[in-house]
Structures are given as C-alpha cells and as structure tokens.
C-alpha cells in the first residue's frame, strides 16, 4: 500500500507503535502517499455496498441446488434454525445493520479517533471488519444466522464506521489547499469497493462450491485475509502533519471566502449550533433520494422499459416470459453496475469542484439539478428514451457520491479542522437515518401504487419522482440557511494551542512548512497508488464490460 515507517514517522520516545505520536511526518515525507493508504481501507469496508452478491448462494447453503424452503419459517426462529435455508429477506438485515452501526459507530468514536490518530483507528477497524467476515463464516459454516448478523453486521459494521472516517480528518489536515479533492480520492474508494469485491467473490464462489457446498464460507475466509492485508497497509501508511504545518507558499483562504474559517469549534459544541443540524439536514435528504434510486434500479429499467431492453418495444413487463425477464434482469444488473461507476466518479468530480466554487455552491448544484432530473425523469420514461433516462439518472448517482464525498469539506470549512473527523462521524447518523427513510419511502410508494391497480411501467414511478425531487427541495432551503458561525462557538486561540501541544512537542522544528508534503508522483508514491489503483481499474473494466448489454 505505502511505505510504512520509512522517511515519515517521528519515533518519539515511549510512543507505541500505533499511537499517534508515533506517525506524525518528519521532514521528507510526501502527502500524496497519504490518500492511497486511505483508499487501500475505503475499497476494502466498500464491500459492504456489495454483499448483496452472497444472498441467493446462501439462500440456497443447505439445499445446494435449491433452497430447503420452511413454510412456517419467522424471522426469530431463522435466526436459529439449522434445517431450513434462509430467506433473502433474513439475510437482507445484515445490509441494514452495516449503515446503521456505521453511522453510530462514527458517531460514538468519532472523538476517541481524533485523540489517538487514524492509524490506531484504522488498526481496529481492520479487526473488526476482517474479524467480522470471519465470524460470519463460521456462521455459515454452523447455519447460524445470529452469527451472521453479529459477526458481519455487528462487529462489521463497527469497523466500517471507524474505517470511513479514519483518514478524514488527517486528509483535510494534509491538503487544506484542496479539501475536496482530497477527502474525495479515499471516499471514492467506499463506492467502488464493490466494484473490485463484487466480482472477485462471485469468482471465489465459483472456485469453491462443490456438490456439499455453495463455497460463501471458503470466500468469506479468503476476503477476509486480503482485506486485512490490504487494511493493515493503509492503517500503517497513515502519517498526520505536524501542528502548524502548512504547504509551501499556501496562504489560508480566509479574505477570500467567509464560508471558510480558520478557527476551530470544539466537539462538545459543534452539534448545539443551527449549521450542524442544517448540514445534518442537507446530507440526509440528498442521500435518502439517492439510496432509494440506488434501492429500485433494477426493478424500475425492467419496468419502465420492459421488452424494448431485448428488442420488443410493444411488449409490456406483464407480457414477458420467464426467459425474457431473465435476459432483461441481466441488462438491469448493467445498468445498477454503471450506476456504481457514476457514484464513484461523482465522489471525486464535485468534491474537486467544490474547491473552485464553494461547498454551499456544490450542494445548491446537487439539489437544483436533482430538482429538475427527477421532475422530467417521468418524462423521459413516457418517451421511451432509454439514452437519456439512464444519463439522467447517472448524473444523480454522481451527485448522491458527491454529497458523501464534499461533506467532509463543508465541515471544515464551517467548523475548522481541530474536530473535524469526530464532528464528521456525528454527522454520519443522517446517512444511518436515511438508508431507512429513503428505501422505506419509495418502496411503500411502489407497494401503494401496485395495490391501486397500476401496471408495471412509468406511471408506477411518477409519483416516486416527484416525492424525491421534493426531498431534494427540502434540502435546498436547508443549504440556503447554512450561513458562517458566530464567534461565540470558536475556541480561543490558547485553547487550541493546549490541543496541539503534544503533536508539536513529538514535531522537531518550528511551526511552517518543515519541508515536509513536497513532490508530487516519485517513485514511492507511484507504487503506492499503483497498489490501490490496479484493483480498482479491474474493477471498472468488469463493470463496463456488464454494462454493454445495456447499449447492445
């Protein structure tokens, strides 16, 4: 992944190997070897978005080649049941507890990760999401679906929360020159984890089942290992700048733009002000409308555009045989796979956008471009435009990317930098809330709409559209209020200075730039992107090639 400890970390004495004071950069080090060590953990916990690849194997770990259905089965007695295969609905909470422990997870040690460094914390994520993987296997390999939960959804979803956050607040420290560009490099890598770990487990699978068995434990295990290996790299290429450093010649915003500070809100502060639960607000809602559209993909191209995906423009969703909605399944799975590659292009897109125009400016372009694609995406389905129907859509999963990615950024800019990893991690509960708002809202929709006797095509989503799009109106007025903090919630300039006192005792030299976070790609820097940066690109290339059916 990075270099570990070689022309970087201070060994400071009595300093243990993980604690902070350990990894602060001494003159030499580059910065651009920090964000390939955060996206070396990011692709890793980015998995979670993929898990849905192992629940038709494991609905089926007991019957092999079909599942042993039990009629009476509950969703109590399958989380203990050994002679009864699960449903897909059963297995389907541990996707709900991944965000769910994610968002609380940030939340409750977003601040413990601020005092003792992002390599501790990347330490412990790697533990739990690794160890997590491995719990779950000897879930599957005992049929145990509390197992399952506990080990997967539970511990793993611990690890997902301290892992997405742990480089944050270090990246922003690093590039405050390009605060978006940087939080989106390693944000982009939760989004395309599934584009390397979907795949790569589908292919374990393959290798490993037998006529006994459907092979997700042997793979559970296998991942688990590379994760770790992979998660280990990037936890111990963590490097954090000494207090007060700066890059050569850069000169902080603040004449430029009073939407960015230079001071600093405590964590004990920074949810009591109105811009918290505001930016709380603009989170939320841009996710819940882009996670419900993440939710319905494939069902809503099948759907709307049913027969004319295989060449029959006549023909309706109802019309279909089996085999026709088996090869129009193929093509949505296309289709929700170029969706991904939009999320993650947008992560790193608009947060390095949001540099040259302004966070608020990014999140106004979200919500009024959101506003008008969902307005005429019915529009776009009665016509029958399947080209512009899926550009449209792609641009708002670009967007949903973005708002992870350029997040980060807004809070520095409005709370300083001291918190901003702990104050990001409170923040995450807006995500928690809206993975359950979002898919909960547009599938009830859905639900009502069949129950009121519409047919499957466009009318059956129109009313979901413009639901959403008023989400996004919502989020709109919110953004509008975001407005620069009183100076009542800054600390004083004593009171951060007591804050960094350690991390400038354990730095030599005084506060400027040290030398350090100079150059650009040398060599190390190369391999170490290279090490992250080959799997993704493999990544890409599987998807494009599934995304050809689309347009073929």
């Known amino acids: 992944m990075t270099a570990a400890d070689t022309s970087g970390a201070g060994v400071v004495a009595g300093a243990g190997l993980l604690d902070r004071e350990r990894i602060i950069a001494q003159p030499g080090f580059n910065r651009w070897l920090v964000p390939p060590a955060a996206l070396a953990i990011h692709l890793c916990i980015g998995m979670a978005y993929g898990f849905s690849v192992f ?118 420290k690093w590039f405050p020159d390009r605060r978006g560009m940087a939080t989106g490099m390693a944000i982009m890598g939760f989004g395309g984890g599934a584009m390397i770990g979907a795949p790569l487990a589908n292919l374990l699978m393959n290798y490993f089942k037998t006529d006994t068995s459907v092979g997700v434990w042997q793979t559970f295990v296998v991942m688990a290992v590379i994760y770790f290996v992979f998660m280990m790299g990037g936890a111990f290429g963590y490097r954090i700048p000494p207090a007060g450093w700066r890059p050569e010649g850069w000169t902080a915003p603040a004449a430029k733009s009073s939407m960015i500070t230079t001071k600093h809100v405590h964590l004990r502060d ?39 995906l295989i060449g029959l423009p006549d023909v309706g969703f109802a019309q279909l045989d089996a085999g026709q909605k088996a090869s129009i399944a193929t093509i949505a799975a296309g289709f929700a796979g170029l969706l991904s590659l939009f999320n993650i292009g947008g992560r790193f897109f608009w947060a390095s956008l949001s540099d040259k125009i302004g966070r608020k400016n990014t999140y106004f372009t979200f919500f009024i471009l959101g506003i008008v694609l969902y307005a005429a995406a019915p529009t776009l389905a009665d016509m029958g435009n399947k080209a512009l129907f899926v550009l449209a859509f792609g641009i708002i999963l670009s967007m949903y990317g973005g708002g992870f990615a350029t997040i980060p950024a807004y809070l520095a800019d409005i709370f300083g930098t001291q918190f901003v990893g702990a104050i990001h991690g409170r923040l995450l509960t807006a995500w928690a809330t809206a993975g359950i708002v979002g898919p909960v809202v547009v599938n009830y929709i859905r639900e009502a709409q069949i129950s009121a006797g519409v047919a499957p095509g466009p009318a059956l989503y129109t009313g979901t559209m413009y639901i959403l799009a008023g989400m996004l109106a919502l989020g709109l007025i919110a953004n509008l209020f975001v407005r620069p903090l009183a100076d009542k919630w800054f600390m004083s300039d004593a009171e951060v200075a007591s804050l960094q006192a350690k991390s400038a005792a354990a730095s030599a030299g005084p506060s400027g730039s040290f030398g350090i976070g100079r150059g650009g790609f040398d060599a190390k820097a190369a391999l170490a992107w290279a090490v992250v940066g080959i799997p993704l690109l493999w990544g890409v290339w599987v998807t494009l090639k599934a995304t050809l059916a689309l347009f073929g």
């Open 55 to 172: 629940w038709l194997p494991l609905s089926k770990s007991l019957g092999i080649s079909a599942s042993t259905a039990c009629p009476d089965l509950t969703l109590a007695s399958a989380l203990f049941t050994t002679s009864c295969d699960w449903r897909v609905a059963d297995l389907g909470w541990i996707y709900t507890l991944f965000f769910v422990l994610l968002g609380c997870s940030a939340a409750i040690w977003g601040g413990w990760l601020e005092r003792v460094g992002p390599r501790k914390a990347g330490f412990v994520s790697a533990c739990c999401w690794c160890g997590g993987i491995l719990v779950a296997a000897v879930g599957v390999m005992t049929h145990q679906l509390w197992l399952m939960w506990l080990g997967a959804g539970v511990i793993g979803g611990i690890g997902l929360g301290l892992g997405y956050i742990s480089p944050v607040s270090t990246l922003i």
């Open 270 to 308: 920074a949810h009591k002000t109105k811009q918290f639960w505001l930016i709380w607000a603009v989170l939320c809602l841009n996710v819940s409308a882009g996670i419900g559209v993440l939710g319905m993909a494939s069902p809503m191209l099948q759907e709307i555009f049913a027969g004319s």
